[in-house]
């Protein structure tokens, strides 16, 4: 299995709204990484984890809140988010830090702030 | 601040010639990567270039890696429109990312 699975594929949200995207890779990797991702820009890195602690937070509001319950799982919770959070969320996953470890990435969730 | 720099952002190929996309980061950085991504898809790893000369081939691409000019280039050999996507190189283990090479291939 060579896969980084993200529930759910789209979603469409209230501003008001609680909402959590999910991550999972069974791939044994130890290090998670969330993206965010705008139409026509590159990924910017949101968090990571590595070894179920959270290594890097760069800057990004209170609204996302990480969580990862355990070395195959990642989650997103998103409350009280705006109109333009609206982005691709992209999951990757990679072995470890090692600068030899390739990132795969799952196929994101489409997220949508009205 | 560290920037990654691509060029060009836009390239039309014909098939069958050759195109290189440029890529200029400003700090030192042993670790490169190429990316590939499909319209509303996630990111394909192409490439880890490692280290000063590295080169990596696979299919028409080929990578390549100067440390210190701090530029790595994307070959791109007898373009065929299976080639068409966004590319993206990005340096450091978390990735910085390019802001990408938007790439179609007409016949």
């Known amino acids: 299995d060579t896969e980084v699975t993200q529930t759910p594929k789209h979603l469409v949200m209230g501003m008001t709204n609680k909402k959590s995207l999910k991550c999972e890779q069974h791939m044994g990797h130890r290090a998670m990484y969330w993206y965010k991702q705008k139409a026509k820009k590159p990924p910017e890195l949101m968090f990571v984890?590595?070894?179920?602690?959270?290594?890097i937070n760069e800057s990004v509001p209170s609204r996302f809140s990480p969580e990862c319950p355990n070395s195959s799982l990642l989650n997103l919770h998103l409350h009280a988010l705006q109109p333009e959070d609206s982005a691709l969320y992209l999951c990757?996953?990679?072995?470890?830090?090692?600068?030899?470890?390739?990132?795969?990435f799952g196929s994101g969730t489409q997220l949508s702030v009205l | 601040e560290l920037k990654v720099e691509q060029n060009p952002l836009f390239l039309s190929m014909q098939e069958g010639k050759n195109y290189t996309i440029y890529c200029n980061y400003s700090t030192t950085s042993d670790r490169l990567y190429w990316y590939r991504q499909d319209p509303g898809k996630s990111l394909e790893s192409l490439f880890v270039?490692?280290?000063?000369?590295a080169v990596k081939q696979e299919g028409r691409l080929m990578a390549s890696l100067d440390t210190k000019a701090r530029l790595s280039t994307l070959h791109i050999t007898a373009a065929v429109h299976d080639l068409s996507a966004t590319y993206f190189c990005a340096v450091r283990g978390n990735l910085i990312f390019g802001k990408g090479t938007k790439l179609s291939v007409k016949p």
């Open positions: 990757a996953s990679s072995q470890g830090n090692s600068p030899k470890d390739k990132l795969f």
């Open positions: 270039l490692l280290s000063n000369g």
């Open positions: 984890y590595s070894y179920e602690k959270l290594s």
